[in-house]
Each structure stands twice: as structure tokens, then as C-alpha cells.
Nanobody, 113 residues
Framework: QVQLVESGGGLVQPGGSLRLSCTAS????????MGWYRQAPGKQRELVAD???????NYADSVKGRFTISRDNANTAVYLQMNSLKPEDTAVYYC???????WGQGTQVTVSS
């Protein structure tokens, strides 16, 4: 099993920035890709960004140019730098690792003035 723990969420004003972190433990050697998903109230969980072990990245159109995903080479952490945050970015953000998939417990991000 793989355990994932997120941190870094919080309340930020529109236009602000946050950096989310996800720490992986357990059978990390099985991890191929890691990513971030989010779920807003009343909506389905959606992909925000993911990154493969080779460093290839994929972003949702709604966050391109504003968010940056990165990971360490040891499969122990993945990060999401979020800039120019908008109210519509408000959601619970979940860390994900595949194969599995494995999920973290989520961290709340609220963008509001």
C-alpha cells in the first residue's frame, strides 16, 4: 500500500498563491505517476494536473499557465504551485498516485475575499 498525506491548503484572496505538498510513504517504488485532483461542492472530482515518473506533465485547461506540478525523484513527494487563484479554484484538493489508485485525505483550498 501507498499512503499519501497532503498539506498546504487554506484561505487565500483572489489573485493569491498557495503551494500544496503531498508526501508519499509505504510501497513508493510502485508509483508511476502522481497528481492532484479537486472536488468542489456538488461537482465531480476532476483532474487538476499529473506528472509521470519521467517528468511528463498534464494540466486541466482551467489551470494551464497558473498552476505548476512538480515531484521529487525519489517518488516521495509531489507539489502543486498555484498562482493567480480564482474563486472557482475553491475545492478540496486530493493527492493521487498510480497504479492503484491511491488517494490522500484531501486539503481544503478556499479562494475568497
Amino acid at each position: 500500500q501507498v499512503q499519501l498525506v497532503e498539506s498546504g491548503g487554506g484561505l487565500v484572496q483572489p489573485g493569491g498563491s498557495l503551494r500544496l505538498s503531498c508526501t508519499a510513504s509505504g510501497k513508493i517504488y510502485i508509483i508511476y505517476a502522481m497528481g492532484w485532483y479537486r472536488q468542489a461542492p456538488g461537482k465531480q472530482r476532476e483532474l487538476v494536473a499529473d506528472i509521470s515518473s519521467g517528468g511528463s506533465t498534464n494540466y486541466a485547461d482551467s489551470v494551464k499557465g497558473r498552476f505548476t506540478i512538480s515531484r521529487d525523484n525519489a517518488n516521495t513527494a509531489v507539489y502543486l504551485q498555484m498562482n493567480s487563484l480564482k474563486p472557482e479554484d475553491t475545492a478540496v484538493y486530493y493527492c493521487n498516485a498510480v497504479p492503484g489508485p491511491h488517494w490522500g485525505q484531501g486539503t481544503q483550498v478556499t479562494v475568497s475575499s
